[in-house]
């Protein structure tokens, strides 16, 4: 049951001015208990502000040294304050990032990667004919010359080939490949792929990506082990320099993934004939970071390719890709290695960022002389060749997995939004409660209670505390119970019971006790 109290008013002064009786009549008689408004300067502020230092900097009270060492202390203090966040946000703006590396468990199968070869020599002199050599002089430097052996000036062929030269001409992997052994396991010419490149017509064994080798096991003998013959009397005879002119001999290698095409002049190594050569290799996934951290080019979500003649985006792919836009503005055609799509030539430098996910291949290599003696006669009386033919011309290659392993290299951020979450919130949630204490509406650090009390205060009821008629006015309890301080107080002091009504014991109080009497 709600209670009303009515309390009766009666004024000292009758002829008070209309000012300050207009003023008494809109303050609340709640207000008048609870007294008047606190000041609101810096020095209010800083005598009830929890800031340590800023109430002995900025307080009330006399100025003196010992205030001025405060107000110096703080000012330093807030000065480094401000340096390390100014120090925390330019080192996150910069974008940093670091490299970890995490070797992966030993996997009971793991994929073979792609292995491309290619006799340095690109065309075979006995297979050369006529026009051919008329066609290729610019490539060869060999000159021109018509059935009697002799130069001629006026000689006309028909269009070329190249893709016909190619395949007649370079070396054939049925000749060159003298045996074959992957896993323990016997394979021949038809495990290989042919592919062509700058050196011509080369051949990829493990090519397809739908059918990948596994490898089961690693150390040498678990890999590829191949024997090949380079065919050195097959090399062109050097009659002049050209850009294409080569002095070695032996075959070049590359070892990449599947999805990768060969970019085997810049990124393969050489096999030089005489030796075996042993290649360890080892997986390496490598991940890298987008903008703004790095530049590295992300997979899109659509299935189309994201490279015209290739099925995956790779840094060859796209430098491939270039080559062939320059050479089709310039000389509006193609080379057999370049792809073969549509489109025209690109303007300006041509980008070629890395993939943010790349899986290359380690490699360590070591080799030993061969043949030794008694193989040498072996070998001759096998192939049908002299001592001097076998250590001019066969190599023995063995690519193999170390161990079955894989080693993943990741970019990762230095500093992320996580790393200012140690400081800046902190901050925030300070800077937010000596605000809120300095407007008599304090913040608690915790969330939800915070969130409780700005409820509360949103929704705190607009109606007048008091309705006044003449002298008389009327109070809830309830609007007592939530906004005097003195209900809890009284009942702390006075061991539970509220002392609502005026104090009529004491006639005889002190001027003003009637409106002490009523508040407490």
């Not at 090519?207 to 080798?213: F, I, N, R």
């Not at 082990?225 to 290698?253: C, H, K």
């Not at 790095?294 to 790779?314: D, I, K, V």
Request: hydrophobic share 35%.
């Amino acid at each position: 049951m709600p209670i009303e109290i009515v309390c009766k008013i009666k004024f000292a002064e009758e002829d008070a001015k209309p000012k300050e009786k207009e003023a008494g009549d809109e303050q609340s008689l709640l207000g008048a208990a609870r007294g008047a408004a606190a000041p609101r300067d810096l020095a209010t502020f800083a005598s009830t502000s929890t800031l340590h230092g800023l109430g002995r900097a900025c307080g009330p009270g006399p100025h003196g040294l010992r205030r001025t060492l405060w107000a110096l202390a703080l000012c330093t203090s807030l000065t480094a304050f401000l340096y390390q966040a100014a120090g925390l946000a330019r080192g996150y703006l910069s974008w940093p990032h670091l490299v970890a590396m995490d070797p992966a468990a030993p996997a009971p199968v793991a994929g073979f990667p792609a292995v491309t070869l290619c006799n340095i020599n690109r065309f075979r002199h006995s297979a050369l004919s006529d026009a051919d050599i008329f066609h290729l002089a610019n490539l060869t430097g060999l000159p021109p010359k018509d059935r009697d052996g002799h130069r001629a000036a006026g000689l006309r062929y028909p269009e070329p080939d190249m893709v016909d030269i190619l395949n007649r001409t370079g070396h054939q992997l049925a000749d060159m490949l003298k045996s074959c052994n992957f896993s323990g396991h016997h394979c021949s010419a038809s495990n290989f792929s042919v592919v062509y490149t700058r050196y011509g017509k080369c051949y990829t064994f493990n090519a397809d990506p739908q059918s990948s080798l596994p490898s089961r096991a690693g150390g040498m003998g678990s890999g590829l082990e191949i024997m090949l013959d380079i065919q050195q009397e097959e090399y062109l005879p050097i009659w002049r320099e050209t850009n294409e002119t080569s002095f070695e001999a032996g075959i070049r290698v590359q070892i990449h993934s599947q999805e990768e095409p060969p970019y085997i002049h810049q990124l393969g190594f050489g096999v030089s004939p005489g030796f075996q050569t042993f290649v360890s290799c080892q997986e390496q996934r490598l991940t890298y970071l987008p903008q703004p951290w790095g530049n590295c080019r992300a997979e899109s979500g659509l299935r189309e390719p994201e490279l015209q003649g290739y099925s995956a985006y790779s840094v060859s792919a796209c430098r491939l890709r270039c080559e062939k836009e320059a050479v089709l503005q310039r000389c509006h055609c193609r080379m057999v290695h370049m792809p073969d799509s549509l489109g025209g030539g690109s303007e300006g430098p041509c980008f070629c960022p890395t993939p943010c996910n790349l899986t290359r291949y380690g490699k360590e290599i070591s080799m030993v002389r061969i043949p030794n003696r008694g193989s040498a006669r072996y070998l001759a009386r096998k192939y049908n060749r002299n001592e001097t033919y076998i250590r001019e011309n066969f190599l023995v290659l063995d690519v193999f997995f170390e161990a079955l392993t894989s080693e993943a290299m990741e970019q990762r951020a230095a500093y992320g939004f996580q790393a200012l979450g140690y400081f800046f919130p902190r901050f925030l949630t300070a800077l937010l409660y000596q605000v809120s204490r300095a407007h008599n509406c304090p913040l608690s650090l915790n969330p939800k209670v915070s969130w409780d009390r700005l409820k509360r205060v949103w929704r705190r009821p607009k109606t007048p505390l008091r309705t006044s008629s003449g002298g008389i006015s009327t109070l809830g309890l309830q609007e007592l119970k939530e906004q005097s301080p003195c209900l809890s107080r009284g009942r702390a002091e006075g061991g539970g019971a509220s002392n609502l009504l005026p104090n009529h014991h004491h006639p005889h109080g002190p001027a003003g006790g009637l409106f002490e009497d009523f508040a407490c």
